[in-house]
């Protein structure tokens, strides 16, 4: 019966993306290779994550693992990585037509205490087969074509997006494959939940400030909202994503642009919660219309439940 047919009917990532992309005979099997290579990846973090590596060797090598399998898939033609000062371009003979820019190990801080990290990564595709450069890079979220993040925590859970919606995948250990587990997520609606760091609170502006003030004492009688805050991101996210709420990382008067970069953060996630229902909001814009100037431009970023950014929006509005 069903229970049967779904243990035994696996639904790999590869599947998944080969039914989703079989509406573009062109580029289905370049895709599906670029992402089977993704993934080879996030299987290397997991497995060292579980081992135990140590932070800085972990950095570095997951960095590595990245780049090696982007370049060997054939598919890609510049790369932008968290750990590279620089955009990869990638030698004539290994060129495909995609961008990816992504940050390896995400989280960093939290790896010696065995806290959630993870991988971000975002896609775009060049048109033609020019001479690749910064400005194949150098565009606004919304022209992804695809984005996600693998997260290494209690288990090791894949979450993409490749426009039409967001699907989680989780790896089986024993079949070393991501398997569908969380189809079509969709972020509640509004949540009870907000998560940033408070101890930035001094340097805050004035409407940011407000909205932590309205979640703790609500004006309107609703509930007041509950704080949680990992500090890795993808972690953060993901229970954003699932649970609703809002995550933000805001400007501060030390930090004008916020921490968190443009290309690897900002635009992968807002990618998501845009797919999911949800909303990205810059304090300024949506997040997708951003332009960068730089490979690593940073941005504050408010994303999460449709009318919990609604609400933050109206409080930037009201500031003029
Ligand atoms: P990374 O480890 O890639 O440098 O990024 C860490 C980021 C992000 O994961 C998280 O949301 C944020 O830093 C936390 O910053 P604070 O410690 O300032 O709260
Ligand atoms: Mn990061
Ligand atoms: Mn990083
Ligand atoms: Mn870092």
Redesign the pocket.
């Known amino acids: 019966h069903a229970a049967d047919a779904h243990r035994t009917d696996l639904m790999t990532i590869t599947r998944f993306v080969l039914n989703e992309q079989s509406k573009y005979p062109e580029s289905r099997g370049d895709f599906t290779i670029l992402l089977n290579h993704i993934v080879l990846g996030c299987k290397f973090v997991c497995s060292s994550v579980n081992k135990g590596e140590e932070q800085k060797k972990l950095d570095v090598l997951s960095n590595e693992v990245f780049i090696k399998a982007l370049v060997s898939s054939g598919r890609t033609c510049i790369l932008v990585s968290?750990e590279d000062e620089d955009a990869i371009i990638v030698e004539p003979s290994k060129r495909g037509r995609y961008c990816v820019v992504f940050?390896p190990?995400?989280?960093?801080?939290?790896i010696d205490c065995g806290v959630s990290?993870?991988t971000?990564f975002g896609i775009y595709m060049v048109k033609d087969d020019h001479e690749p450069t910064l400005a194949d890079v150098l565009q606004p979220g919304k022209q992804m074509v695809a984005a996600g993040y693998c997260m290494y925590g209690s288990s090791c859970t894949l979450v993409l997006s490749t426009g039409k919606g967001v699907n989680g995948f989780t790896l089986d250990p024993s079949l070393g494959e991501f398997i569908l587990t969380h189809p079509d997520i969709r972020i509640p609606k509004k949540g009870k939940i907000y998560s940033v760091?408070e101890?930035?609170a001094k340097n805050w502006d004035g409407p940011t400030a407000k909205y932590v003030e309205n979640c703790k004492f609500p004006k309107d009688g609703s509930p007041s909202k509950s704080l949680r805050?990992?500090?890795?991101?993808?972690?953060?996210v993901h229970r954003t994503l699932l649970y609703g709420g809002t995550?933000m990382?805001p400007a501060d008067k030390k930090s004008p642009s916020g921490?968190?970069?443009v290309l690897y953060?900002v635009f992968p996630m807002s990618f998501l919660m845009e797919n999911a229902g949800g909303q990205a909001f810059t304090g300024k814009q949506r997040a997708l219309d951003l332009v960068p100037t730089k490979i690593h431009d940073r941005s504050p970023i408010f994303l999460g439940s449709y009318d919990d950014i609604e609400e933050i929006k109206a409080l930037y509005a009201a500031e003029g």
Do not use: H, Q
Not at 105 to 110: A, E, I, K, M, P
Not at 229 to 236: E, L, Q
């Open positions: 968290e940050d190990l995400d989280g960093s801080s939290n990290i993870g971000i760091n101890g930035n805050y990992i500090g890795s991101m993808v972690a953060d995550f990382y921490k968190l970069r953060e």
